[in-house]
């Protein structure tokens, strides 16, 4: 399963529009429960939470990962969500978190969780097309990023 | 003419598409008598990669290592029953590491002349970034991939091998 085939525009939200980790967090689980992906959300929140205590999945260049494992989905699920004016996400580098792809999979589905993760680290490495990513305008372009056109 | 396919590889990496390959796989060495192996890569580089970018924390890691280990004895053990099943032998087996480099690493070691994988995404990205393992493996192997589709259609040619 490549990260390509998780991502329409119904798991894209363009702008967030929360100012702080708690709330983005929300946001992004909510992305998931209005798209019809997941039914629990207190449920997935919970468990987003409890990995972010053990270390924040912000990183560098603005992208934050919030990820877990979790049986609230059957699948692995992606969202995406862009904030231009950035969040504190208590990153590697200081810096306020623009790019979250927020990702969750089921326990008995490790191999394609840790390869869509892989291509987002990858990606990472890309400055110029996570700077294209963070000044999109709306998920579907952001979609439209990602594909072949 | 002998058969130009003696030795099969099928590459299993839990999706359901690399099982259905996995059952392509056993209708094809039944009827051309290749022998056949299914080999799963247990991602270590993804997860090296991982703890490298901070995406994951050395106990995430460690975690997920397992999980991938007992994914590898759960989907072997499957395609082996599908073989046992059918009568056909199958060797399997896994390996550690970097997925696509494996693959052509065993491939050319014991002179496979046939991959077999699932279907691919059918979504193009048109960055490199977004090419999954299996399409690594499938540009870079030095033998002929069979790329399998049709899953109903697999399953029906499955299901009708006499045991």
Redesign the interface.
Known sequence: ?????LISSEVVKVPLTSDNKPAVIREMVQILKDSGKIDDFDHVLEAIHKREE??S?G?ECGIA?P?AKTDAVKSLTVAIGISPEGIDFGS?DGKPSQLFFLMLAP?????????A????????R?TA?ISTLINARSSQEVVEL???? | MNSPIKKIMVYI???EQSITAAQYALCLSKFTGADLMAFYVI?TK??D??L??????K??QMD?ER??EE?ARRYLNHVRELARNKGITIETRSAMGNVHREIVKIIKEEGFDLLIIGEL???????D?????T?RAMRVVPCSVLIVKDEDSVWEHYESLGK
């Open positions: 399963m490549a990260l390509v085939d053990m270390g999945t990183l990962v990820h590697l326990p008995n589905q490790s191999g394609p969780h840790i390869e993760l892989a291509e987002i680290a990858k990606l990472s890309s097309f990602f594909r072949e056109d | 990496d839990g999706s991602n993804a997860l990669d991982l490298k970018a901070r995406i994951f924390l106990e995430e997920y999980d991938l994914d995404s059918h979504i193009r990205s048109r960055r970034e977004f090419y999954d393992e399409e």
